[in-house]
């Protein structure tokens, strides 16, 4: 935020984050060369929103400026629930592997069976709305790898289960 005038020791600027004084919002912050720099420290999801700086004269006489920038915050996807790597489960029935991927924005979720993409129209396969991977009626060539691929604009963060079908029949 770089305002001149005469004399300079006159010039004030004044922060803000959506219309807070920099002061009173909790966040971590320096103000760097003549306070013509902010800098934010540790940003996270909470630091989102809207930043100005105000410059007046301490003298007052002249119109004050202010400048506006938008700050978004983008958070890696991550998966709110520890992952099973191993899953052994019964031939004939259904089971449901999680994928609780967050982030910021919302991740989007992709399903991979052997490094495949799966197609979740087919009534074997689908994603509920937590992106879990509903499996109908496992049969043995469901023994494989599935993956969740979580992506979003800052990154992407895969797992991986390996499903295990026990027949239910001996030989």
């Known amino acids: 935020c770089v305002a001149n005038a005469r004399p300079?020791?006159?010039?004030?600027?004044?922060?803000?984050?959506d219309n807070v004084p920099i002061e009173d919002t909790g966040i971590i912050y320096n103000i760097g060369w003549w306070n013509r720099t902010l800098v934010l420290l540790s940003v996270d999801s909470n630091y989102a929103g809207e930043y100005s700086c105000k410059i007046q004269m301490r003298t007052g006489g002249y119109n004050s400026k202010i400048s506006r920038a938008t700050l978004e915050v983008f958070e890696l996807p991550y998966f709110a629930q520890q992952?099973?790597?191993?899953?052994?489960?019964?031939?004939?029935?259904?089971?449901?592997?999680?994928?609780?991927?967050?982030?910021?924005?919302?991740?989007?979720?992709?399903?991979?069976?052997?490094?495949?993409e799966i197609d979740l129209s087919s009534n074997q396969y689908w994603k509920n709305d937590e992106n879990s991977l509903v499996i109908q009626r496992v049969n043995l060539n469901d023994s494989a790898v599935f993956q969740c691929h979580a992506y979003n604009e800052a990154g992407e963060k895969s797992s991986y289960n390996w499903i295990k079908v026990q027949s239910k029949f001996s030989i």
């Open 83 to 116: 992952i099973q790597t191993e899953i052994t489960t019964e031939y004939g029935t259904s089971i449901e592997i999680p994928c609780k991927a967050r982030g910021i924005p919302q991740p989007r979720v992709k399903w991979f069976r052997d490094a495949e």
């Open 8 to 17: 300079l020791h006159e010039v004030e600027t004044l922060w803000f984050k």
